[in-house]
């Protein structure tokens, strides 16, 4: 894609030494993604800085150089984040 992508950083701040980060992007949510177990709706608001209903895909996650980033846009709710989290847990058939 040739256009500026929000996405969820999840990288630990402990990584910062390191220019890359693990990042979620995010798409605009579209009603056949309902009931997909691998995509996560999160409403837009003040704080996460979203203009539209956006869907994280916990199959399209990766390491990103730092220098890709534009601005932070705002801060996704602590519940959002962990059910990103779990998400890729299952994506990865991790059992902890």
């Known amino acids: ?3 500026d992508r929000p996405a969820v950083v999840m990288s630990l701040p402990a990584l910062d030494a390191v220019p890359i980060r693990i990042v979620d992007p995010l798409t605009t949510w ?3 993604y309902e009931g997909r177990i691998n995509k996560l709706r999160i409403a837009a608001n003040d704080r996460n800085g979203l203009h539209a209903e956006s869907a ?3 199959l399209q996650v990766r390491s990103v150089s730092t220098e890709r ?3 932070q846009i705002g801060a996704l709710e602590a519940d959002d984040v962990e059910e990103i989290v779990a998400g890729v847990a299952i994506a990865i ?3 902890g």
Do not use: K, L, N
Request: glycine share 0%; hydrophobic share 40%; aromatic share 20%.
């Open 30 to 32: 579209r009603d056949e």
């Open 69 to 71: 980033f534009i601005r």
């Open 56 to 58: 994280a895909d916990f």
């Open 1 to 3: 894609m040739q256009r």
């Open 93 to 95: 058939d991790y059992v």
